[in-house]
């Protein structure tokens, strides 16, 4: 079953929840220590305006980002080009508390917890691109929530910087015929 | 008159004879049926108003709008998609107006199975050609025809495989190539641009941004529709509606219909209500071809084509067996189809205008279930049940190698699909790994975008919920007219068969007959 052969069946049947929901309780297993959760707060990476995104969010899903679509390769553009965590942040639903949840437990297991995996002591964020690459190829053989992690966040990364138009030119997609901005919701009150 | 949720100040009650719950294919149908027959007629969708100037064709701004869930309903275990249109003419908005007819072999199949002696072609035929007509339904113009899909009929015309292209209901359509994100240029005739903006003009009062709750029984022939007008995007509750009338058409689609009936407590005598469901699960492939075929999957008609020669419709089981579908327009979604990240993953878009996308169709049998939770806010969270059986997992298989062999056939260097687990497979002599498709949650994505059955027809309340004029069985004057009235699935795309059931019921309703 070419690369899916290591994941435990046990382990892939008990892989039963709707991917984000699922993280949601990834974020509510283990508690992570107070100094755990402050060591993602330090960081070099200058913080754009956020809706939805913590500092602390934003710096890991911007690891991440630029883990799943790195710069040059294939093609130069790479997902910290186009600060493609800010722009997820931007179409993120604050009142999507399943979401939220989920997505902040698959930050906080990615960045704390699963570099373990690899026998690494490092967070997520500190570690070198390629041993980077490697957990998550890992997390994504490893079935259950593991999996889940893996799959939500790169459907989540690819989806936007694909959707991007500044992406287009380097895959060869011309884009949309009309030029439109997002539609507008009618604001209204009670 | 079309009255937009953001127009609505303060608490609404309303009286009139018919209230219609949605209005995609079923509701547009009969709110049209209803109107034309003098009816003072309410037409209730939860979606909101958007028109073509609102369509900026990218999936990114549409899904949200225009999708049920944002895009992002699935089954309890996460495994299938379930899309759905929730807006202003419903999933017609968002289909990519490919117009099949309930297959010969369905219709018997219904009728050797579940007794419905009424469905025959001939009854039926005077709706095909009523809706037909309103819908401009032709076979697809060739100029819209794009290189993704016609690879199919080649390599099937090579083969000596069956295979065609599809009835259409578009009008001048250009080819842009966006149908699953609105047509910005009204060419896809939707219940949006045919039987609602007719129903309006006859009289019809239409209310988008409202949400049906439940309906009350109240003494005699009369109901009162509880609903809520809802702000556009969020769905958050503003004001509360009361409309009474007489007679009700639930047409808020397969997870929703059965949802306000037992909601409503309608469910006690009805034992198949949310049950007996089709999800028709389909995946979606992507085959790289040499740097000189260019697909240019997104522009021209997505899913024009289809490869039929697998295909094992009878009158025991209705539809079965397996086929593909050429399908295109969606880069984000589409950006899934591999199992690869960083640079590998990079490669693979870049070769994105030679690659091929097509849906691999695997029709099932009603297996699935539903049921339902109600937040608060009366917001309802839908719990699809279902689990592929073991005869549908080795038909995919079956189905997906076949496909893969297709595409090799056709010139495909390297195949991949919707598996954020499942690797490439680049040559004929890998096909055997498919043996092992990782069919699990959380393995593979799978889409359904026919949902059906909840509601199905039946000759009696034991069997079905719906007589076969589509009526509930224990009720009076509710009848429903969406695709959960399906007792299996009826087409590859169900639209048309949708449109067909509600014409034939409505028509005859409207009639007195």
């Given at each position: 079953m070419g690369n899916n052969n290591k994941l435990p069946s046990a382990t892939r049947r008990l892989f039963l929840q709707r991917t984000l929901l699922a993280l949601g309780a990834v974020a509510a297993a283990p508690a992570l220590s107070t100094q755990a959760l402050a060591s993602t707060a330090s960081t070099a990476m200058a913080t754009p305006k956020l809706v939805v995104l913590t500092a602390e969010d934003y710096h890991t899903l911007s690891v991440v980002t630029d883990t799943l679509i790195p710069r040059g390769g294939a093609f130069p553009l790479g997902a910290l080009d186009i600060d493609l965590a800010a722009r997820i942040d931007a179409y993120l639903d604050p009142e999507d508390a399943e979401l939220m949840q989920g997505l902040r437990g698959a930050l906080v297991f990615l960045e704390h917890k699963a570099p373990a995996l690899i026998a690494q002591q490092s967070n997520f964020s500190a570690l070198p691109a390629a041993d980077r690459e490697t957990l998550l190829l890992t997390l994504r053989d490893a079935g259950g929530d593991a999996t889940a992690v893996f799959v939500a966040l790169r459907s989540l990364c690819f989806f936007y910087f694909y959707t991007d138009e500044q992406a287009w030119p380097n895959i060869g997609y011309e884009g949309p015929l009309v030029k439109r901005s997002r539609p507008v919701y009618p604001q209204v009150r009670g | 008159m079309i009255i937009q949720g953001h127009e609505i100040f303060a608490p609404l009650k309303l009286n009139t004879h018919s209230v219609v719950v949605g209005s995609g294919a079923g509701g547009g149908v009969a709110a049209y049926h209803m109107a034309s027959a003098g009816f003072e007629t309410v037409v209730l969708e939860e979606g909101g108003y958007f028109q073509a100037k609102d369509f900026n064709q990218r999936e990114e701004d549409m899904m949200p709008a225009l999708y049920r869930g944002a895009g992002r309903q699935t089954t309890t275990d996460g495994m299938i998609y379930v899309w759905q249109g929730s807006t202003f003419g419903g999933s017609t908005v968002i289909n990519t107006a490919d117009a099949t007819p309930i297959e010969a072999e369905v219709l018997h199949h219904w009728q050797q199975k579940f007794g419905l002696s009424e469905l025959t072609e001939d009854n039926l035929a005077a709706s095909y050609e009523r809706v037909y007509k309103m819908l401009n339904v032709h076979r697809l113009e060739e100029k819209i025809l794009n290189r993704n899909n016609k690879v199919l009929l080649e390599t099937a015309n090579r083969l000596g495989y069956k295979a065609g292209v599809?009835?259409?209901?578009?009008?001048?359509?250009?080819?842009?190539?966006?149908?699953?994100?609105?047509?910005?240029?009204?060419?896809?005739?939707?219940?949006?641009?045919?039987?609602?903006?007719?129903?309006?003009?006859?009289?019809?009062?239409?209310?988008?941004?409202?949400?049906?709750?439940?309906?009350?029984?109240?003494?005699?022939?009369?109901?009162?529709?509880?609903?809520?007008?809802?702000?556009?995007?969020?769905?958050?509750?503003?004001?509360?509606?009361?409309?009474?009338?007489?007679?009700?058409?639930?047409?808020?689609?397969?997870?929703?219909?059965?949802?306000?009936?037992?909601?409503?407590?309608?469910?006690?005598?009805?034992?198949?209500?949310?049950?007996?469901?089709?999800?028709?699960?389909?995946?979606?492939?992507?085959?790289?071809?040499?740097?000189?075929?260019?697909?240019?999957?997104?522009?021209?008609?997505?899913?024009?084509?289809?490869?039929?020669?697998?295909?094992?419709?009878?009158?025991?089981?209705?539809?079965?067996?397996?086929?593909?579908?050429?399908?295109?327009?969606?880069?984000?979604?589409?950006?899934?189809?591999?199992?690869?990240?960083?640079?590998?993953?990079?490669?693979?878009?870049?070769?994105?205008?030679?690659?091929?996308?097509?849906?691999?169709?695997?029709?099932?049998?009603?297996?699935?279930?539903?049921?339902?939770?109600?937040?608060?806010?009366?917001?309802?969270?839908?719990?699809?049940?279902?689990?592929?059986?073991?005869?549908?997992?080795?038909?995919?298989?079956?189905?997906?190698?076949?496909?893969?062999?297709?595409?090799?056939?056709?010139?495909?260097?390297?195949?991949?699909?919707?598996?954020?687990?499942?690797?490439?497979?680049?040559?004929?002599?890998?096909?055997?790994?498919?043996?092992?498709?990782?069919?699990?949650?959380?393995?593979?994505?799978?889409?359904?975008?026919?949902?059906?059955?909840?509601?199905?027809?039946?000759?009696?309340?034991?069997?079905?919920?719906?007589?076969?004029?589509?009526?509930?069985?224990?009720?009076?004057?509710?009848?429903?007219?969406?695709?959960?009235?399906?007792?299996?699935?009826?087409?590859?795309?169900?639209?048309?068969?949708?449109?067909?059931?509600?014409?034939?019921?409505?028509?005859?309703?409207?009639?007195?007959?």
């Open positions: - | 599809f009835n259409s209901n578009r009008k001048n359509c250009i080819g842009s190539g966006y149908c699953f994100q609105g047509c910005a240029y009204d060419a896809k005739q939707g219940t949006n641009l045919t039987y609602l903006p007719k129903a309006s003009e006859l009289g019809a009062r239409i209310y988008t941004d409202v949400r049906v709750d439940r309906i009350e029984r109240l003494s005699g022939k009369q109901y009162r529709v509880h609903g809520t007008v809802v702000a556009r995007g969020s769905r958050k509750a503003r004001h509360p509606v009361e409309i009474d009338c007489e007679r009700i058409i639930m047409a808020a689609g397969t997870v929703h219909t059965p949802a306000i009936l037992k909601r409503s407590g309608f469910d006690k005598g009805l034992p198949q209500l949310g049950k007996n469901i089709s999800l028709q699960p389909q995946i979606g492939l992507s085959a790289i071809f040499p740097d000189s075929d260019k697909m240019t999957s997104w522009r021209g008609a997505p899913q024009s084509i289809y490869m039929s020669e697998f295909d094992d419709n009878r009158a025991e089981h209705g539809l079965g067996g397996f086929r593909m579908e050429g399908v295109g327009g969606m880069a984000g979604v589409f950006a899934q189809f591999s199992n690869s990240i960083g640079h590998d993953h990079k490669r693979i878009m870049e070769q994105y205008p030679h690659t091929h996308f097509s849906a691999l169709l695997v029709p099932d049998q009603p297996s699935g279930t539903m049921d339902w939770e109600w937040g608060p806010d009366g917001k309802v969270k839908p719990k699809i049940q279902y689990t592929l059986t073991d005869e549908w997992k080795q038909r995919f298989k079956r189905g997906y190698k076949t496909a893969a062999e297709f595409l090799f056939e056709a010139g495909a260097k390297e195949i991949n699909c919707n598996s954020p687990v499942f690797g490439p497979i680049t040559s004929p002599d890998q096909l055997s790994r498919v043996d092992d498709f990782p069919l699990e949650p959380g393995m593979v994505a799978l889409t359904s975008a026919h949902v059906q059955g909840s509601c199905r027809i039946g000759l009696n309340a034991d069997v079905g919920v719906v007589d076969q004029n589509l009526q509930l069985h224990n009720l009076d004057n509710i009848y429903v007219v969406d695709g959960s009235v399906m007792p299996t699935t009826a087409s590859t795309h169900t639209m048309i068969p949708i449109m067909v059931m509600a014409d034939r019921a409505m028509h005859k309703l409207a009639q007195g007959a």
